[in-house]
């Protein structure tokens, strides 16, 4: 059983005079609304957050007191959203590395080394290390898949105040019965990416 992410790599850069460091994650890609968020996040080796792991496997309670962690311990944190017109412009993959870019490029410290979860990284000024499953197996990911998954689920609450049929406060813009029978009834938003299925095929 895993023990959960460590600092092992970002510790290891920093005995090594490369830092800072950042993790990097998004999240959204598979929704039907909502954007793709990504979040940056460069952790102090003097003040790690306590209670980090990989957002999927926190509650939401347990994620929204981490982040409030993060955001106080954290030397810098960043979110950057791309919208469901450009996901429709450029495609789901493309605007999923331009959020991650982004994310970096608004950091108040350039990182000297970045670690982002998945295998497909963006390209980016500075070196980067792409990881699999990073979210549970490296703290300074964790971290931002944690911030970038509270940022977006709070902009799709803020979604769902403007189109309340779709429940976006509960299905954060995936496929759920109650977002589809809204779809049909209703038809899409400004919120939704139709040039996914199944709004594609309803055009």
Same mark, same amino acid.
């Given at each position: 059983?895993?023990?959960?992410?460590?600092?092992?790599?970002?510790?290891?850069?920093?005995?090594?005079?490369?830092?800072?460091?950042?993790?990097?994650?998004?999240?959204?890609?598979?929704? *039907?609304?909502?954007?793709?968020?990504? /979040?940056?996040?460069?952790?102090?080796?003097?003040?790690?957050?306590?209670?980090?792991?990989?957002?999927?496997?926190? %509650?939401?309670?347990?994620?929204?007191?981490?982040?409030?962690?993060? &955001?106080?311990?954290?030397?810098?944190?960043?979110?950057?959203?791309?919208? #469901?017109?450009?996901?429709?412009?450029?495609?789901?993959?493309? $605007? $999923?590395?331009?959020?991650?870019?982004?994310?970096?490029?608004?950091?108040? =410290?350039?990182?000297?080394?970045?670690?982002?979860?998945?295998?497909?990284?963006? %390209?980016? /000024?500075?070196?980067?290390?792409?990881?699999?499953?990073?979210?549970?197996? %490296?703290?300074?990911?964790?971290?931002?898949?944690?911030?970038?998954?509270?940022?977006?689920?709070? &902009? &799709?609450?803020?979604?769902? $105040?403007?189109?309340?049929?779709?429940?976006?406060?509960?299905?954060?813009?995936?496929?759920? #019965?109650? =977002? *589809?029978?809204?779809?049909?009834? =209703?038809?899409?938003? #400004?919120? =939704?990416? *139709?040039?996914?299925?199944?709004?594609?095929?309803?055009?």
């Amino acid at each position: 059983m895993s023990a959960g992410p460590d600092f092992r790599i970002e510790g290891r850069l920093f005995r090594q005079g490369v830092w800072p460091v950042a993790g990097v994650d998004e999240v959204g890609r598979g929704p *039907l609304a909502g954007p793709v968020a990504a /979040a940056a996040v460069i952790l102090d080796p003097k003040r790690l957050p306590r209670g980090l792991d990989d957002s999927k496997a926190l %509650t939401q309670k347990q994620r929204e007191d981490a982040f409030e962690r993060i &955001m106080a311990q954290a030397v810098a944190v960043s979110v950057a959203f791309v919208t #469901p017109a450009e996901i429709d412009m450029m495609n789901i993959r493309q $605007a $999923a590395l331009a959020a991650m870019r982004r994310a970096v490029a608004s950091l108040s =410290h350039a990182p000297a080394f970045v670690l982002v979860d998945g295998s497909d990284p963006p %390209t980016l /000024a500075c070196p980067c290390r792409a990881i699999v499953k990073g979210d549970a197996a %490296t703290l300074s990911i964790a971290a931002a898949s944690i911030v970038a998954k509270v940022a977006r689920d709070a &902009m &799709m609450r803020r979604l769902a $105040a403007e189109f309340p049929h779709y429940g976006f406060e509960t299905n954060v813009g995936y496929a759920a #019965p109650r =977002h *589809l029978d809204a779809l049909r009834e =209703h038809g899409p938003t #400004p919120a =939704h990416r *139709l040039s996914f299925s199944p709004l594609r095929e309803a055009r």
